[in-house]
């Protein structure tokens, strides 16, 4: 493949909090801004087809305000898709999913970053499927009914019963569970109940980058077995130890973990997942519009065609058609 047909392979990025920030600043996805990361014209420029599109909910709405601020986010992603006037689909289905990237349409993929708004018998879980929820964190980083986060409240615990009825939930309903946030124990807890890969959206290599949001090398052979995927995390914090700003951390870093996660489990198991909107990125990449730079930087480094794309699209793509049939 040339540049330029390298340059057409859409990219799916696994986690984004754009939803979150068109709320804080009442500015319009449909439009092009300086402000934060993804918009719709900037993901176009950085060649960007799909995005699992989080609704966050910070804690000061917790736990009494959880139910209306997630129904808030959903409304606001879906009346975005209708203002769109056919440039944005929400995501049902695999099927659909590939239409979107083959015609150039942007897909949302509706995620929610913790289980705060899901209910102990999950009329929450059900009717958020119907309004197009296809992946799910257990939770963020703060403990929920179902699971414990990393951060500064967890005391080490696995998933509750609850949280294993969940799992089981997700599994039969077909919607990906996402364990970036959870703590180690709950971790393992997921890989033991799930029947399908699971994914850790945007996390990265503790061995490159101690930090506890990384997983570390058990954890990623543990995920390939399953099938899974973990998501590149363009968060700087995430990438090299204590960095706070986007000027000291190059681009470079990035596929360092990449080239990590690939030596040790091979190129099946890798792919995007930016955080744009909701962390600092390294200078180089500034936006959703500059996503090509990550593809330039892999090609430098010598992944092939097939790596690139693999990276870019087709791991994301291979995941979600096994958990969402
Ligand atoms: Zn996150």
Redesign the pocket.
Known sequence: MSAEELRRIPIIDG?TDYLLSLTHTGRSFLEESTIGHVDLPRARKGNIGAMISAVFLPSELLPTHALIETLRAVDLLKRTVVASDGQMELIRDYDQLVSCLDRGVFGAIMHF?GAEAIDPEFVVLRLAYELGLRSLGLV?SRPTIFAEGVGPENHGHGLTGLGRELVAQCNNMGILIDV??LNEPGFWDVIAESTKPIVAS?SNARAVCDHERNLTDRQIKELAKNGGLMGINYAVGFLVEGARSGSEVPLSVLVDHIDHIVNLVGIEHVALGS?YD?AGVPDALKDAAHDWAIVAELARRGYDDDAIAKICRDNWLRVLKEVWA
């Open positions: 986690h970053e963020w970036s946030h945007h955080d909701g």
